[in-house]
């Protein structure tokens, strides 16, 4: 497949001059399998953000030559890529997310969301890791309550809770009772909460834990003291995976007010590490930006994976359908219940969250633990403590020395 | 000693008993009480220091000083003292027990003292020490070397394995997978359908059990009874319907002869019609079955049971097996108690010879088909629950196996045609292990031609890990 990709590259390079003199310097024409996505998707980025239609076209015209969702990264990336730039020139973005949605609404059912999830984290720490040091932080936080009662603002259907359940058995001499409420928006995961919560009813009886399911499908902008029926004499854990990029940006802050007059005695945020907020404004930024973070999920997805998986097929469409989202919708638009994910980073995290709370530390035990969950994936995986900043809070996980998930707790 | 034994599973967490369904999560749980002492025995309070000092044995002789009295003694023996000196004196011979010197442990009472020197001093370390030793794998204390180093050995190498049949080598996915697995909704259904509370506990008991692990071993045993169960997919149904219909052609033959396995067909009378899994034993037999040509082998198939028929919701366990240890279950049983896989009598889950017990199931079959009761007494003797090792197991299997195989020529086994059409090498490895799996296998294989991957991706996650030729030997 080398050979035709290299003549279309050739044939652009002779029959337009403008754009030539770019590609040709900072492209590598006579390796297409080098980075050939990443230039000329952010060239098409530039172009639309230039208004220069031909050049558009023309980079639109190659993009669509080369790419391709079940090639190799660079074609995978093109392909999910070239659709967001397409639905950005042609204004068509809400369309094609409500598309994709839609489709990947039809095909999800328990089975496959289970299915999906178990063997991402079979495969790859990306989600484990932010568990198992919230879940570290959680229960030194509410060691020896009786009533503990956590809010789960999470992205992944419960998966968490299973071995928390299991610690809640047997390290603690007096079993406390475990009040679970689970905040749902994701239309996709509405259809199945209500199964993962049998299942999980069922696993805390056989683990001997007196518990509680409860679900509320709010907005987290919405979301009140009285919806999450807190009371008095329940010790409160607030536990946000994947949850607050969720919420639109303005209104960060009042949901984070909303968590302080809980009074928890431990707020986790599990992040990932990339920003799509602060350059909103900014397409070419904003677009380098989720180039950048999307390469290195995608490479991660194609070393963890089984060439032939379907599951990785299913995450690349999720991130497309989110990459469509941040990059071709207009901002202000709250789809179905839903807002663009706008990631914000583990220091601009930090900083909204010392407005209401401070930061606290995961105690040698988790950090520990979270090597050891470390050492039972392949290579590639790496743990960082702060940021090198000044601000050490939280930690991240890394790969191929990427900060690539934030973890953190609060109180 | 029993203190030491005790202390050395981690976490307390699961202590073999021999009473059947008494398994449950350890702080539930009451074993028997360590530290009943004689009550002759004389008892030696030791402090703290004195507990820890090594080289607290001091030979008369030399003064050199050793950690044990055994180390003691054989050093004397260099000495070359006289004969009479080399003997103990009177003083000596009376039991010695030790009570902890921490005031607030229950051993710290005469009447809970420990019998052993070096069982007291590792008590005293594990339950009032530092934990200064710590696995690296997965981060777990220890307080004791010993223990340290006797968890690294095994730490990792353990394998667990759910009810639907998937093995696990990392505890944090057993759990979560198992939390979502289909098997455990199933069983939990069936379990709250079952009257009588005493089965609900001993579901939790087994399922607990099962649930932190009790390592399989890399026995072959492991290796036969994992399998493709996972029955995520409702294709399975029709697989298992068929399957069912295979099995009530054998089992409905007369041709039984000795009472225990008149006993075992009886029992193993139809479970209930909607069942496709059972997995439950038809132990704690309160309701005998009612004639039908529609029941499973509970064990044979792993798991996934509907929820369809509360009422033959006898106990518990996960995985039973038919046929074996049809003497040992207790008197709580009638007539066949079939164990669970994760039965209490431990040894079980080692050496639940479960290749034993296919075979058996093989066997039976044979037996039913040819209607021959001499081969009764034959093969209920190889039933045997073995402690033995695995490769006894793996020799009867091949054994077993090769009798399974010329079943296979069988026309009027419908089952037995279908493992001719199978020419995979996962459904031969189900055929060894159980046929209806191997009918399911080749149902599902037909189904998901489009996504093979589905099927490829599941056998991915423990298949090649468990399959030895040695299994297949023989028959193939």
């Known amino acids: 497949m080398q050979s035709p990709n290299n003549n279309h590259h050739q044939q652009a390079q002779n029959s337009s001059h403008t754009s030539t003199t770019r590609s040709s310097d900072s492209g590598e024409p006579s390796a297409p399998n080098n980075k050939w996505a990443s230039t000329l998707l952010k060239e098409c980025a530039k172009a639309i953000s230039d208004k220069d239609s031909t050049k558009i076209h023309h980079l639109l015209w190659m993009l669509n030559e080369l790419a391709s969702p079940y090639g190799d990264c660079d074609q995978k990336l093109a392909s999910y890529f070239l659709q967001a730039l397409f639905c950005k020139a042609t204004e068509s973005g809400q369309r094609c997310y409500k598309t994709l949605t839609s489709v990947a609404e039809k095909s999800n059912s328990f089975d496959s969301a289970r299915k999906l999830i178990l063997k991402f984290q079979e495969v790859s720490p990306w989600t484990t890791f932010g568990h198992v040091a919230a879940n570290g932080a959680i229960l030194e936080a509410l060691d020896g309550e009786k009533n503990l009662h956590i809010i789960d603002i999470s992205n992944t259907l419960c998966t968490q809770w299973p071995t928390l359940l299991e610690s809640l058995a047997t390290r603690t001499d007096e079993t406390p009772h475990l009040k679970l409420t689970v905040v749902v928006t994701a239309s996709t995961v509405k259809s199945v909460i209500k199964e993962i919560g049998q299942r999980m009813e069922k696993f805390a009886r056989l683990m001997g834990v007196p518990f509680e399911f409860h679900v509320r499908s709010d907005y987290l902008g919405e979301l009140t003291k009285e919806k999450l029926c807190v009371s008095e004499d329940e010790a409160i854990a607030i536990n946000c995976i994947g949850a607050l990029r969720r919420v639109a940006v303005e209104e960060r802050s009042s949901v984070i007010e909303l968590f302080r007059s809980l009074n928890p005695k431990v707020v986790t945020i599990v992040e990932e590490e990339a920003d799509f907020s602060s350059n909103r404004d900014d397409f070419v930024k904003c677009f380098e930006e989720c180039l950048r973070f999307y390469t290195l999920y995608f490479e991660m997805l194609e070393e963890s994976f089984m060439p032939t998986s379907n599951e990785r097929l299913m995450l690349e469409r999720e991130c497309s359908r989110s990459i469509v989202r941040v990059l071709a919708c207009e901002l202000e638009e709250n789809i179905e219940g839903e807002c663009a994910e706008r990631r914000e980073k583990g220091s601009q995290w930090s900083e909204r969250m010392k407005a209401a709370f401070s930061p606290v530390g995961f105690s040698d035990d988790v950090v520990d633990d979270v090597k050891a969950l470390l050492k039972r994936y392949r290579a590639g995986w790496g743990l960082m403590q702060g940021d090198g900043h000044e601000d050490q809070t939280g930690l991240y996980l890394t790969w191929k020395e990427e900060a690539v998930v934030w973890a953190s707790a609060w109180k | ?476």
Not at chain 2, 37 to 59: G, H, Q, W, Y
Not at chain 2, 404 to 433: A, M, P, R, V
Request: proline fraction near 5%.
């Open chain 2, 1 to 476: 000693m029993t203190a030491e034994e005790e202390a050395i599973i981690p976490n307390g967490t699961f202590v073999q008993t021999s009473i059947p369904g008494s398994n449950l999560p350890a702080p539930k749980r009451k074993r028997n009480l360590p530290g009943t002492p004689d009550p002759e025995a004389e008892v030696i309070a030791l402090s703290p220091k004195t507990l820890m000092a090594t080289n607290r044995f001091l030979c008369e002789i030399c003064g050199k000083g050793f950690q044990r009295d055994q180390n003691l003694q054989l050093h004397r023996r260099g000495h070359n003292l006289p004969w009479k000196l080399k003997q103990r004196t009177s003083k000596e011979v009376r039991k010695r027990v030790y009570i902890c010197p921490e005031k607030t442990c229950v051993h710290h009472h005469p009447s809970r003292a420990l019998g052993d020197l070096t069982g007291i001093k590792k008590h005293f370390c594990r339950k009032h020490g530092e934990k200064k030793w710590k696995c690296e794998k997965c981060s777990k204390r220890y307080a004791v070397q010993s223990d340290w180093k006797a968890h690294s050995k095994t730490c990792g190498t353990r394998e667990y394995k759910c009810d639907c049949g998937t093995l696990f080598s990392r505890r944090d996915s057993f759990i979560t997978h198992r939390a979502f697995c289909d098997a455990l909704a199933e069983e939990t259904a069936r379990v709250n359908a079952a009257s009588s509370v005493h089965n609900m506990t001993t579901t939790s008991a087994m399922n607990y059990h099962h649930l932190l692990g009790t390592p399989i071993g890399s026995g072959i045993m492991a290796q036969h009874f994992s399998s493709s169960f996972k029955p995520i997919s409702t294709t399975n149904e029709a697989a298992m319907d068929e399957a069912r219909q295979g099995l009530s052609l054998w089992m409905g033959h007369e041709a039984i002869g000795t009472n225990n396995l008149q006993v075992i067909h009886h029992q193993l009378g139809p479970m209930n019609s909607g069942t496709v899994y059972s997995t439950e034993p038809l132990v704690s037999g309160s309701n005998p079955l009612p004639s039908d040509t529609n029941y499973q082998l509970p064990w044979m198939f792993g798991n996934k049971l509907s929820a369809n028929n509360p009422e033959e919701l006898l106990s518990t366990t996960s995985i039973s097996l038919p046929l074996s240890n049809v003497k040992e279950n207790g008197p709580t049983h009638q007539l066949v108690s079939i164990p669970s896989l994760f039965s209490s009598q431990q040894h079980s889950l080692q050496t639940v010879p479960s290749a034993a017990n296919m075979s058996a199931t093989a066997l039976l079959q044979k037996a039913a088909q040819i209607g021959a009761t001499s081969t009764d007494a034959s093969f209920l003797g190889s039933f045997k629950l073995k402690s033995s090792n695995s490769t006894t197991q793996a020799e009867d299997s091949s054994k077993y196996s090769g009798l399974y195989g010329s079943n296979n020529t069988q026309t009027n086994n419908s089952l037995g045609s279908e493992h001719l059409e199978n020419s995979s090498d996962i459904t031969t490895l189900n055929q060894l292990q159980m046929f209806p799996a191997a009918k399911r296998q080749h149902t599902r294989n037909e189904d998901s031609t489009g996504g093979g991957g589905q099927t490829r991706d599941f056998l991915g996650v423990g298949m090649q890990a468990i399959c030895h030729p040695s299994s297949i030997n023989g028959w193939i």
